[in-house]
């Protein structure tokens, strides 16, 4: 990436490795575009979107100099909570198993509502990574709750509703 510069005015050939106050901004440039050449930076909305900003809270959950499982355990806490459900599940504790999954996605809530950086958790907007995961969480953990055979969660009206829609 070329910037003018004053000496690139005036024909010199010299060396274009001049100190920062021969550089001459002549309007806005953003960052680079695929082939690395300057943009010119406008205020109207682009036709097509080429590319995403990252989502609030996107950054690092730990300093830049820590070893990259250190700088992403909010996404690694929920993953690990998750594969542990999974675990339980395939040994036949499948209530078990379905809770910790559930308690896992709450958790990634709860992680993204509380951390200003949650790293690779924060995917959308703040509001709507924390509703995802927390509709998404209650329902499986209520879900896990009322599977049969005996539940440990029973709601009556949903138990009605049932025996309306099939009939023996």
Known sequence: MHIETAEDKSGDTGDKTGGIEDIEVRDAV???DAE???RRATRRFPLFTRDTA???GGGRAAPRDAPAPARQWPILTVL????????????DLFRVGTLVIGAALLVGGVLRWLLPDVGMLAV???FTD???YGVLGLAIVLL??????????????LKDTLHLT???
């Open 36 to 38: 690395g050449k300057p």
């Open 80 to 91: 690990v909570m998750a594969g542990l459900g999974l675990l339980l599940t395939a040994f």
């Open 30 to 32: 953003s960052a680079p």
């Open 144 to 157: 896990a709750l009322m599977v049969q055979p005996s539940p440990w969660l029973v709601v009556p009206f």
């Open 54 to 56: 990252r989502p609030e």
């Open 124 to 126: 959308r907007s703040r």
């Open 166 to 168: 099939v009939s023996s």
């Open 130 to 132: 924390i509703v995802t």
